[in-house]
Structure formats: C-alpha cells, structure tokens
C-alpha cells in the first residue's frame, strides 16, 4: 500500500501560509483568465488571419474549446503527480509550461500554431488549480483549510469568470488580442519567481508508489471522447440556425458511447491497481458523494449563464437594434462582460464567506443557502424577455452569483477532507474536474436544446404578425422565450443540488484531528 514521506523543515524556516498561497494563487488568476479571454477576442483573430467565418468557424472555435479540453484532461493525472513529484516541483513546471504556451500563442504565425499554443497554455494553467488545493492540505490545519479554498475558489473564479471583461476592455483600449498573451509572459515570470521563494521552506510531502499511467490514458481519453462529442452541440448551432442540418453530426453519439466504455474501464482498472490515479473508496463516504455531485450541477448550472447572458446580448444589439456599424461586435463583448460580471464577481467574492461559513457551521448550510439563492436567481432570469434591461437583469445575475459562490468552498472542503494525504492531489482533481465536465454537458444541452426549439418556435410562429411586420422583434421574443427555458434547467439543476446537499456534513467539527494519514498508511 502507499506510504507517506515527508522532508522535514524547522518551523522557523517555514514560509508564512496566508503569503505563500497568495503568490500560488496568483499564477492561478493568470491561467483562469486565459480560459475565458479568447472569446472576447475571437472576431479580432479571425480578422487577422483571415479566417472564413462561414466556412471556418468551427476550426477557429477550437482556441476556446481546445484551451477547456487541455484544461481538464492536464487535471486528471497531473494533481496525482504531485502526489508523487511533491507539489512544490510539479506547480512550478506547470507554471513554466503556461508561459512558454503564452509565448507561442502570442508570436503564432496563423491560427494552427496558436490553437497549438493555447492547448500548451491550458496544459500547465489546468494543474496549477488541484495543486494549489491540496497545497492548502499541506498548509493548513483541517479546521481552516475551507476559508482558504473559498479564496482559491474565488481567485480561479475571478480569473476564469472576468476573462470576457479583461479581453473587453483591452481590445477596447489597444485593439490588440497578441498584447494579452505578451502580458502573460512577464507577470508569469515574477509569478515563477515569488512563487519559487515561498516554496521552497514548505515541507514537501510526497507518497510512495508508482504512477497509474494506464488509468491517466483511460480517463484522458474518456474526457477527450466526452468533450469532442459533447462538443458536436456547438457545431450544430454554428451551422443549423436556418435549419440546415436535422440533428447532431454522425459522430457525436458515437464519441459519448466510446467516452462511457473508456469511463467503464477506468473504474474498473482503478479497483483492480494497487498505485490508483484516483481512490475510488472516497465515494464510499456519502458526503463525498454527495459533493461530487453538488460539483458537477454546479457547473451545469453555471453553464446556463455564461452562454445565455451573451447569447441574449447579441441577440438585442443584432436583432432589435440592426446597424451596420463595424464594431458591433467589440461593442457586444463590452456589454457582454459588464453585464456578466455582475454574476462572476459576486460569485467570485461570495466564495470567501462560503468558506468561512463551512469552518464555523459545517458544509451543508452554506451549500443550501448558496444553491435556494442559486434557485431563485435563475427562476426571476428565466423571465427575461425583449424589454429587459439590463439594471433589471444584473441584481438577478447578482443573486445568483452569491448563491453559487457559496457553494464553491464547501463541496471542496468536504472532498480533501476525506481523502487521505497520499491522494490529496487527484482529490483536488475531482473536485475541479467535475465542475468543468457538469458545464460542458450543460453547454452542449443548453445548444442542442436551443436550436431544435427555436426551430419549433420559429415554425409555428409563422403566422405572428410580428414576423413580417417587424422580424427582429419576433426573432428577440423567440431568442428570450428559448433562453428563459433554458435557466430553467438551471433551475432544475438546484433542486438535484440541493437533494445531494443533504450528504454533506451537516455540523462543524473545528477541533477534529486530520486522521488521513492514518488511513494513507492503512
């Protein structure tokens, strides 16, 4: 079985926790920023290199999807490896990897050398995440270790979340997309730097055994499946908004089904190996369970907002207001990251409390607060129609921003504590990773879904007057009635939430013993 090792450090050289997470975090904000930052940018790099929109659309969509995919298949081994490697060696590589991404995607020629170089960039900027959390197992006593991954849950947050309004704004200002990878380069380098300091008096922890290379190749190549197919919901509403295609290309289905099988063998291989990338005994623990689950439809829910709040700002400044200004899509992505902002800044800074509130009064009451705040958010936005404003909109953002960031810190509290200190690594894994795959599965149900029912809409609104009279309003009502549906599903997603809340650990225990390397050894 695994043991444990540690190098020991005399206290007084240990580096001050709170500083030491700061400056980790800080290359965290980075990398999260560039997951979300392409999107504002995109039309620029089309115009840039030329990019067909009609017929090329779907290769220029891998700058953002390629970055998600990397992004979470990097996690699914490489917080296991810190495990192995010890933390301090394994964040600072991946640091180096994300600049050295930055730097491709910054100086790319044409568009394949830079999608090249945004999944590099996701490679290193994806591990850095679960390292950091279980960075925080390393650092912290069990009784205040949730605060600290409220803040790096709201520091990832904020990074992942504003990278829309930080694209925005200095494309507003330099109308330059190359100079937000260029910045990347000297603040990484001081990030490496600070970072490379700070560590270096943490007690690195490192547990014997080997690396479960087979089980890394199944569920990376499960997630790929999974992602590529799911992915196929993008294609669709790219190509079939004037009903040109009936349903999902050929191989969506076949991909989920190869992701399942892949999924299937994984577990079973995981059983079997003695080193296991992931210990499945932590789902033997009901509030683990139910956190993992409370993750997952976490990022569903998410999901439904961050495609919608764009989608129905496009559709306003397109549809009801037509113009043939040339910046109408600069000026979609500033009010697009205004407006959304005021759900991830809310979310990002409610992350905080979330976690102090686990600390003090146990996991499951910040959860169900977060996720009835999250309910009723999405209930008030699923009535938006062609008249919203936005000062009507943000407070409903806002509510639900809270409500979801309070959830953050708990079900990540609840999953590195039950883990032992030999997986603490791969913990933090999951606990990241199946919030990227819950909002993945809601983006692809979000499109499906809305294609296929604008079309319905569309068909059998024929006869509306608005439809001849004034065809851009009838499409906005169309376009708001089918998001409205939508945060539905978001709204149904809580009510799973909140049935899985009810596994979480229900009161707090600050005076308990972290009994996990006791099970390391067993």
Same mark, same amino acid.
């Given at each position: 079985m695994l043991t444990f090792q540690r190098v020991n450090v005399p206290t007084s050289q240990r580096a001050n926790p709170n500083l030491t997470l700061g400056l980790v975090c800080l290359a965290i904000f980075i990398g999260g920023l560039d997951l979300t930052v392409a999107s504002a940018v995109l039309p620029k790099i089309l115009l840039d290199f030329q990019v067909s929109i009609d017929t090329e659309l779907n290769r220029a969509a891998w700058t953002i999807s390629g970055y998600l995919l990397a992004y979470t298949v990097s996690m699914t081994f490489m917080g296991r490896l810190s495990d192995l490697a010890g933390r301090r060696t394994t964040y600072l590589v991946c640091l180096g990897i994300f600049i050295g991404g930055s730097i491709i995607v910054a100086a790319a020629p044409n568009l394949n050398v830079m999608i090249g170089g945004r999944v590099v960039q996701a490679f290193g900027a994806g591990a850095m995440v679960p390292i950091s959390m279980a960075l925080v197992g390393d650092l912290f006593p069990p009784g205040k270790r949730a605060p600290a991954l409220g803040f790096i849950g709201a520091v990832d947050t904020a990074g992942w979340m504003v990278g829309h309004l930080y694209g925005g704004i200095l494309m507003r200002a330099f109308d330059d997309w190359r100079l937000l990878f260029w910045i990347n380069v000297p603040v990484g380098l001081i990030a490496l730097g600070l970072t490379w300091r700070a560590l270096r008096d943490v007690p690195q922890q490192r547990a014997a055994g080997t690396f479960d290379w087979l089980g890394a190749l199944l569920i990376s190549g499960s997630l790929i499946a999974l992602n590529i197919g799911l992915a196929a919901g993008a294609e669709l509403g790219a190509t079939d908004f004037y009903s040109t295609r009936a349903g999902p290309p050929p191989y969506a289905l076949p991909l989920v089904i190869v992701a399942l099988a892949l999924l299937a063998a994984f577990i079973w291989i995981e059983r079997c190996t003695r080193d296991p990338l992931l210990d499945l005994t932590l789902f033997r623990q009901r509030a683990a369970?139910?956190?993992?689950?409370?993750?997952? /439809?976490?990022?569903?829910? =998410? @999901? !439904? #907002?961050?495609?919608? &709040? $764009?989608?129905?700002?496009? +559709?306003?400044?397109?549809?009801?207001?037509?113009?043939?200004?040339?910046?109408?899509?600069?000026?979609?992505?500033?009010?697009?990251?205004?407006? /959304?902002?005021?759900?991830? =800044? @809310? !979310? #990002?800074?409610?992350? &905080? $409390?979330?976690?102090?509130? +686990?600390?003090?009064?146990?996991?499951?009451?910040?959860?169900?607060?977060?996720?009835?705040?999250?309910?009723?958010?999405?209930?008030?936005?699923?009535?938006?129609?062609?008249?919203?404003?936005? #000062?009507?909109?943000?407070?409903?953002?806002?509510?639900?921003?809270?409500?979801?960031?309070?959830?953050?810190?708990?079900?990540?509290?609840?999953?590195?504590?039950?883990?032992?200190?030999?997986?603490?690594?791969?913990?933090?894994?999951?606990?990241?990773?199946?919030?990227?795959?819950?909002?993945?599965?809601?983006?692809?149900?979000?499109?499906?879904?809305?294609?296929?029912?604008?079309?319905?809409?569309?068909?059998?609104?024929?006869?509306?007057?608005?439809?001849?009279?004034?065809?851009?309003?009838?499409?906005?009502?169309?376009?708001?009635?089918?998001?409205?549906?939508?945060?539905?599903?978001?709204?149904?997603?809580?009510?799973?939430?909140?049935?899985?809340?009810?596994?979480?650990?229900?009161?707090?225990?600050?005076?308990?013993?972290?009994?996990?390397?006791?099970?390391?050894?067993?």
């Open positions: 369970s139910g956190a993992c689950a409370v993750n997952a /439809l976490t990022g569903f829910i =998410l @999901a !439904m #907002a961050i495609v919608n &709040v $764009p989608l129905f700002i496009n +559709a306003r400044l397109t549809l009801i207001n037509p113009t043939a200004d040339p910046d109408i899509l600069r000026r979609a992505a500033w009010e697009t990251g205004w407006v /959304l902002s005021a759900l991830t =800044l @809310a !979310m #990002a800074l409610a992350a &905080v $409390p979330g976690g102090w509130l +686990a600390s003090r009064f146990g996991a499951r009451l910040p959860t169900i607060l977060g996720l009835l705040m999250a309910l009723a958010g999405y209930l008030l936005m699923s009535r938006w129609d062609a008249a919203s404003v936005y #000062a009507t909109m943000a407070p409903e953002l806002i509510l639900a921003g809270i409500g979801l960031g309070l959830v953050i810190s708990p079900v990540a509290d609840t999953v590195i504590q039950v883990a032992s200190v030999a997986q603490r690594g791969s913990a933090s894994t999951l606990v990241i990773m199946l919030r990227l795959v819950g909002m993945t599965i809601g983006v692809a149900m979000l499109t499906i879904w809305a294609v296929q029912r604008t079309n319905v809409l569309r068909q059998t609104g024929a006869n509306d007057p608005l439809a001849t009279s004034d065809p851009g309003l009838f499409l906005m009502n169309v376009a708001a009635q089918v998001i409205g549906e939508t945060f539905l599903f978001g709204a149904a997603a809580c009510l799973l939430a909140l049935a899985a809340a009810w596994f979480l650990r229900g009161k707090a225990l600050p005076g308990r013993s972290d009994g996990s390397a006791d099970r390391a050894k067993r």
